[in-house]
């Protein structure tokens, strides 16, 4: 039995239909034994929604209060997920970021992690559930709540296969994995099989946005190799690892 460690994406998880079917997808897993992590975004747009309500009321808002306000997205997705694998029959639990022990510095909207203390998720997979975690936040020594900055969760997936000691870390989002070029431009782009670190950061510096360039980096500094794959299909993604 293996650990795996994934993370989906707000495209994924864009609304209830989506949910399910990321619900299926981690069923499945856990059917052939594993014991899963899942770390999860924001429903589709939900955080450029909350930004702007945060604006509506105030057009230079706290970064504390912003902050708390923009992890609510991630604390619904797994809720949903949660409530989505119970009525699979499966059992599962939430954790924010705070209660997955993923501690903070206190820069606000771009704070980094400083470590990780995963006993709530130990203790969840000991009791054979399936573990679903916030993505994109975490918490100070004081408890409070910060987030990491856009597209943070890649980070957070990054940073909990590596404390965990997972031997990949499995991001699926909308796309099948890197391409030479993007695919929706070119129709004709080749997917590649594998990549390595230093490749993936320069292809990120050129605007592909598959991952985060924190998440790459994160990664690369632990040897930890990164799947990006389609949430949508079931084909072959891209290795970003080691050459």
Wanted: glycine residues 8%.
């Amino acid at each position: 039995m293996a650990l795996i460690v994934q993370k989906y994406g707000g495209s994924s998880l864009a609304n209830t239909k989506r949910i399910k079917n990321v619900a299926r997808r981690v069923a499945k897993v856990k059917e052939q034994g594993n014991s899963v992590v899942v770390v999860v975004s924001a429903m589709g747009k939900t955080t450029d929604k909350l930004i702007s309500l945060a604006h509506q009321v105030n057009d230079r808002p706290d970064g504390k209060e912003l902050d708390l306000l923009l992890s609510t997205g991630e604390l619904v997705s797994c809720s949903l997920l949660v409530m989505a694998l119970n009525f699979l029959g499966y059992k599962a639990i939430s954790l924010s970021g705070s209660e997955a022990g993923i501690r903070t510095d206190s820069n606000y909207g771009r704070a980094r992690i400083l470590s990780i203390k995963p006993e709530n998720i130990v203790k969840g997979l000991n009791e054979d559930n399936i573990i679903i975690v916030a993505g994109f936040q975490g918490a100070t020594e004081e408890m409070n709540i910060t987030t990491l900055g856009r597209g943070g969760s890649d980070v957070t997936a990054v940073a909990l296969a590596v404390a965990l000691e997972t031997k990949i870390c499995e991001i699926y989002t909308d796309v099948e994995g890197i391409y030479t070029v993007d695919p929706r431009l070119i129709p004709d782009a080749r997917k590649l099989s594998h990549i390595d670190y230093e490749e993936m950061l320069e292809a990120a510096s050129l605007g592909i946005k598959a991952i985060h360039p924190r998440a790459v980096e994160l990664g690369w500094h632990y040897k930890m190799p990164i799947l990006i794959a389609s949430s949508f299909s079931n084909n072959p993604g891209t290795i970003i690892c080691s050459p």
